[in-house]
């Protein structure tokens, strides 16, 4: 919610996007970075209070920021998030039932190919495969109902990052869907992105 976030003092930036075929996660870095570097330069935002957050496709976009740039954000959310493109590639949209496979090709993914016809570039725009070199604090949501991102993409990114001792923590919201609907959820959710901020 914006309201939320200029009300208590935060500047907001929004930046457009453009995506390369078979390069979703670069493309958000080369996107966001130079944005976020724009507004520093204005002098609109403190650079080392820079902030990152998402929800399901901005999610993705959020947790490969956060293992993908250093220096460049302080804290990192990511709500539903697709954290693996090789390990989703099968699964599917469970709520809608259509298979993933097509969705990750023609979707927001815009990976163009199956996965067997391009491995790497599957690789090397997934968050996981970049965990190592994590510097960014993210924190995860997750509704253990998801019927869109299958939730346990979120508990991967987690188990992984936790094993190679990165600052990450994740919160599942038992019974919820892939955005919150219980109210006493939304709250404490709006609730703890202002405490990890």
């Known amino acids: 919610n914006t309201s939320v976030f200029t009300t208590q003092g935060y500047f907001v930036l929004q930046p457009d996007i453009t995506f390369r075929p078979r390069e979703p996660g670069l493309s958000v870095v080369e996107s966001v970075v130079p944005a976020v570097k724009a507004a520093v330069a204005k002098g609109a935002v403190d650079p080392k209070r820079v902030g990152v957050v998402g929800h399901s496709w901005g999610g993705f976009d959020t947790a490969f920021l956060a293992t993908h740039t250093n220096g460049v954000f302080a804290a990192a959310i990511g709500g539903a998030a697709i954290t693996d493109l090789v390990s989703n590639y099968g699964n599917g949209h469970w709520s809608?039932?259509?298979?993933?496979?097509?969705?990750?090709?023609?979707?927001?993914?815009?990976?163009?190919?199956?996965?067997y016809e391009d491995l790497q570039a599957y690789i090397r725009n997934s968050a996981v495969f970049n965990v190592q070199n994590m510097t960014v604090p993210l924190l995860l949501e997750v509704g253990n109902q998801d019927g869109t991102v299958f939730w346990h993409q979120g508990v991967e990114l987690y188990?992984?990052?936790?094993?190679?001792?990165?600052?990450?923590?994740?919160?599942?919201?038992?019974?919820?869907?892939?955005?919150?609907?219980?109210?006493?959820n939304q709250k404490d959710y709006q609730q703890r992105i202002l405490q990890w901020f």
């Open 159 to 184: 188990n992984i990052a936790r094993r190679a001792k990165k600052n990450v923590v994740m919160i599942e919201y038992n019974g919820e869907d892939h955005g919150l609907g219980q109210y006493k």
């Open 96 to 115: 809608s039932g259509i298979a993933e496979t097509d969705h990750i090709e023609t979707g927001q993914q815009r990976m163009v190919v199956p996965l």
